[in-house]
């Protein structure tokens, strides 16, 4: 095993080779735990000060099952965008794997401290009391005598559902920031809505960022341990842990990808480091695919697009000279929150709340979107309609005042 005086060793020693590579870290904290908290952690997505919901208890009993039946591993460590930044390590992992993930830990903290997208939206320094204070506001809630547990649940189920229809712009047209102004809610429930807003916002730039933050601590994790003079035996157990985190899934990995364009990267610059803090620090999954996924690594991550034909999945295009580009495209399209349908507000009357489906070529899960439309109903409180297209057909679904729901099948103009 290890004693705690060795990993302050080492990560005294991968601090100071994080300096020397231009990195400007928030102070870094690890704390160690076993895998029943790591799963608690991973649960709240490494705020356990995050406010109580029955969504949280199913993700646990999910992940701890997961995990007990084999089906699915404990995550190598947990970071908080947060200042100082804190990290959770499994205490039962072993030196090598100790050494890997705090250097792994470095290239996030790194990446959380200068990437725009986290310094713009998000003040680390008050993540941690930002998150106990909205709990604490949630069960003051729960307790008030007037209120109660189920009008507070029944609540944020309809808010947690259009969550990700904010943006880091926090514009007036996103859906849960008009809901909120216009309307007509009690005060505890435009402060729920505030809160959700809120801790999404925090959580946004982690979503749009998987692949080019994943890719960067994995690449300094694997430049880092190459300069810490380890023995041949923690040598050979780090490019085994290495090559197991990098390796190609049948999902997408975005420790793979992430890791083989920036390796790319660097070779193309010719190891200026320089130039790649400039990249870490202005990009995004989506422009950091478009501007920095070449052929090269399509071909040799086999990278391919695939459809839904037939009630069968067939590949659309391959990594050729001729389709590269289009299966570049289609990636940036679908990662981070280009995944999640877009919504927008088109008018709205006392009773009836429009909206409006930006077409982006996919068509809407039509269980998903009628659950909700009635969480939407319950905080308008009126009549909602959503135009959008199925098979080509421009469609208007409408969920009435007693949350039935039903399909215009006529065209609207």
Not at 198 to 204: A, H, M, T
Request: negative net charge; proline residues 3%.
């Amino acid at each position: 095993m290890y004693t705690v005086d060795e990993l302050f060793t080492y990560s005294e020693q991968i601090e100071e080779l994080t300096q020397n590579l231009g990195f400007n870290c928030y102070p870094q904290h690890f704390e160690l735990v076993d895998y029943e908290d790591m799963i608690c952690y991973a649960t709240y997505s490494g705020m356990p000060s995050h406010y109580p919901h029955w969504s949280l208890g199913k993700i646990y009993e999910k992940l701890k099952t997961l995990y007990n039946y084999n089906l699915s591993g404990i995550p190598y460590e947990m970071v908080i965008n947060s200042n100082p930044c804190i990290a959770y390590l499994i205490k039962d992992n072993s030196l090598t794997m100790q050494i890997l993930t705090m250097a792994h830990v470095y290239g996030h903290n790194d990446f959380f401290a200068n990437n725009q997208y986290f310094t713009q939206n998000t003040d680390a320094s008050l993540s941690i009391s930002m998150f106990k204070n909205h709990t604490k506001r949630i069960r003051s809630y729960i307790y008030a005598p007037s209120i109660g547990y189920e009008k507070v649940e029944k609540f944020l189920d309809a808010v947690h559902s259009i969550k990700y229809q904010c943006t880091l712009n926090q514009s007036e047209k996103d859906l849960p920031i008009f809901l909120r102004n216009w309307a007509n809610l009690e005060e505890w429930q435009k402060d729920i809505l505030d809160i959700v807003i809120k801790q999404n916002v925090y959580f946004l730039p982690q979503i749009e960022t998987k692949i080019i933050n994943e890719g960067w601590a994995s690449f300094w994790h694997y430049y880092i341990l190459n300069n810490l003079n380890l023995t041949m035996d923690k040598m050979f157990e780090f490019f085994k842990i290495h090559n197991n985190i990098v390796r190609p899934t049948i999902n997408l990995n975005p420790y793979f990808l992430g890791y083989k364009i920036w390796r790319d990267v660097y070779i193309n610059c010719d190891g200026n480091i320089e130039q790649m803090l400039a990249i870490r620090e202005i990009h995004k999954d989506s422009s950091f695919i478009r501007n920095y996924l070449s052929y090269e690594v399509c071909d040799s991550a086999n990278l391919y697009s695939y459809k839904n034909q037939d009630r069968n999945y067939v590949i659309g295009d391959v990594s050729n000279k001729n389709n590269w580009q289009i299966i570049r495209e289609q990636l940036a399209n679908n990662v981070g929150i280009n995944a999640v349908p877009h919504i927008e507000v088109i008018d709205f009357t006392k009773d009836t709340l429009n909206l409006y489906h930006a077409w982006d070529n996919k068509e809407l899960d039509l269980l998903y979107t009628t659950e909700t439309l009635k969480h939407i109903q319950t905080i308008w409180g009126g009549k909602i309609t959503l135009k959008t297209q199925f098979s080509g057909i421009k469609r208007k679904i409408v969920c009435d005042s007693d949350k039935k729901v039903f399909i215009q099948n006529e065209e609207y103009s």
